[in-house]
Structure formats: structure tokens, C-alpha cells
């Protein structure tokens, strides 16, 4: 099985055995960063393909994935509760002050998942996807940072202090 996208050298090739794709993909997500001159990660691209079983409503499926990296995203970049030490209290209760991602926020996003069916799990051959796509979506972002810069930030959110300190 092999999915081609627009530009040649991004071909991904799945492999499968005569039972079902293997477990050990479950979840494979390529990203690709910008910096801006302040020295922000930005992701511009975004990829995610999931072996979830048989898909019922693919429309579903596909804005579920989507939101799934987008909260995946947002957990690697935006999201931080800031404590106020006199007080103990949080100072960004709102989202004025939480920053959380959108989809307009990457500008491309896209889900693809493996044609598969679990006959063993249920009659039906179909998974609970829920928000499969934020489970891999933080360590990808990190893990592409280490890339491009080199250095490993263990905290989130990813923030320009941190890969200046790490």
C-alpha cells in the first residue's frame, strides 16, 4: 500500500502483512517547522496517518484526526497555566491569556488513515478513534525542533527561553 502526496519525496509507504497493518503503526506524523525572527516554532505543515480500524463516516473521522493534531499542536506551543505565586492562583484563566492553536493557525494539516478492520475487536471491524491525533502530535513537534535546532526541550510548551537553555 503506498500513499503519494504532491511532491515526490514526500511518499510514505505502509507496509502490511496478510492479517492486518502491523500494531506498531499506529500513529505516524511528519511536521515540518518554521522560525520567525523572533525566534517562534511555527508548524507549516502537518501530516497524520492512523491505523483506526474500519472508518464509518470518513468526514467524521478526518475533522476528528485534524482536531486531534491541532490540540496536539496547541499542548507543544500555546498551552501553559502561569501561576501567580503571591496568591496562588492561576493569572491566565481566560482565552485572552491561554493561548490555545486553531486550525488556521497551521497552514497545512492533512489525515489519512489505513484502509484496516478488526474483526476480532468487534463485529463491525471499527476502533474508538476519539482524540487519537493529539497523542503523538507534542513528541513530534519536539522531536522536530531537536532536529532543526539540535537541542532537546523536555518541558512544554515548546517556547524560545527553553531552546536557548536546553
Not at 14 to 20: I, R
Not at 44 to 58: D, E, H, T, Y
Not at 89 to 110: L, R, T
Not at 136 to 146: D, L, M, R, W
Request: net charge negative.
Amino acid at each position: 500500500m503506498t500513499l503519494t502526496f504532491d511532491e515526490p519525496q514526500d511518499e510514505i509507504r505502509l507496509f502490511t502483512d496478510d492479517k492486518k497493518v502491523s500494531q506498531i503503526l499506529r500513529n505516524f506524523i511528519s511536521n515540518a517547522l518554521k522560525f520567525t525572527p523572533t525566534g517562534e516554532v511555527r508548524v507549516s505543515r502537518m501530516l497524520g496517518v492512523f491505523a483506526a480500524g474500519r472508518i464509518v463516516n470518513p468526514r467524521l473521522a478526518r475533522s476528528q484526526f485534524i482536531g486531534g493534531m491541532t490540540m496536539g499542536i496547541s499542548m507543544a506551543l500555546h498551552e501553559e497555566s502561569v501561576m501567580d505565586a503571591a496568591f496562588g492562583d492561576y493569572v491566565n484563566k481566560d482565552f485572552a491569556q491561554y493561548h490555545i492553536a486553531a486550525c488556521a493557525d497551521i497552514e497545512s494539516i492533512e489525515a489519512h488513515w489505513v484502509d484496516e478492520t478488526d474483526d476480532e475487536l468487534n463485529p463491525i471491524g471499527s476502533k474508538g478513534i476519539g482524540e487519537i491525533g493529539i497523542v503523538g502530535t507534542a513528541a513530534a513537534v519536539a522531536n522536530a525542533v531537536f532536529n532543526a535546532t539540535g537541542k532537546r526541550v523536555r518541558d512544554l510548551p515548546i517556547r524560545l527561553d527553553r531552546v536557548l537553555g536546553s
